[in-house]
């Protein structure tokens, strides 16, 4: 799982039936203290009612599309927590 | 999901039995605004009937798969949305 | 789904069980022009008798794996369809 | 799969239902002699006990979601194995 | 699929219940030649008996985990054949 930032949320009409009701966000990338990583802006079904400007971790592949009931759906990329804080071990990596 | 704009047809006789009667599209990746990435164009199943010039979204890997009505087929990459607006948040990656 | 010229056949006598009798190619992937692109070759399933020199598009990943009748085979990368034509847009992602 | 060590934990009360009780844990991908590589740290489900400071082995992709009970859950990553030694063969890639 | 040699083995005595008893090999990406790529060594399961030195292939992603017998495992890495010979078919890339 991947940290990201939601950044704003995407509106289409004409999508795919499994979908109908969902929330589609726009999410960047970010490291665990929320710096933008050189990643691209991405798209993800939502789980957790994420607001922008939250800090979130996504899921990317076809285990995004376990969120929905049905999981015969094509979603690709899904938020499935809010970060409530990250304790990194001092020292851990030397 | 990802962002791409439809920017061709591929025309191919001799295909998997699954897809016979399906679209091919060309598509090349870009962002949000429509500004082409990096990344190179792709071929990807339509769900939506897009047209040439139209701003879609796309997922990839096996949940592409699902949006025929047998999903036991090998598509990699569908189109599943036509992007109407893509609402950015101000101040939400500061 | 991804553009690449067929450039070799593999010969491997010992393979996994599901396997047996199919063809595996060696696929070097390019453009929808035919020109070859920087990512390596790899090997892939053959479904529709490619021949070396043609321009073919294959899938990636668990999807590959569905062109055997048995899909529980580790098939990660598969030839789907001989391309016959790639018709571009013109203007479309001006 | 691949190396990576253990270096801190992920906090979050809201998340999906099918991780309740799961730790996260915050990993930095590295090589077999648990040096950082180019690569993001990235938050794996944890299936062996792994403790911050461990040299462990993660798996990508849908089959992370294989190590709980239930596999319809959306992980896409989870550390799998503790690892005691590498025995690197000399002169293998000579 | 893509081409591999094996430079050596992984002892882990913690690892998940599915594996027990499986081999895990560490294995450095190549070309068809042999010639090590860019792509840094990973943990592959084994299926094909393989031993250090040898050119083999292997598969990424959830298709690894079908070379047991129980397909609900968490593989994302398997070695499924061993290469005796890659025959490129003179011109085809012209």
Redesign the interface.
Known sequence: ???A????????????P??KGQR?L?V?PC??AGK??AA?????LD??SAA??QLV?Y?????????LAN????????I??????????P???R
Do not use: Y
Request: aromatic share 4%; hydrophobic share 45%.
């Open positions: 799982m991947h940290f930032r939601v950044i704003g949320t995407v509106v289409c009409t004409e999508k795919v499994a979908w589609l726009l960047q490291d665990s933008p990583s691209r802006p991405l798209v993800a789980s957790v922008p400007g971790f899921v990317r592949g076809r285990e995004a599309s376990t969120i999981p015969e759906n094509p979603a690709d990329a899904a499935v927590g809010l970060v409530d804080d990250v304790r990194e071990a020292g851990a990596m």
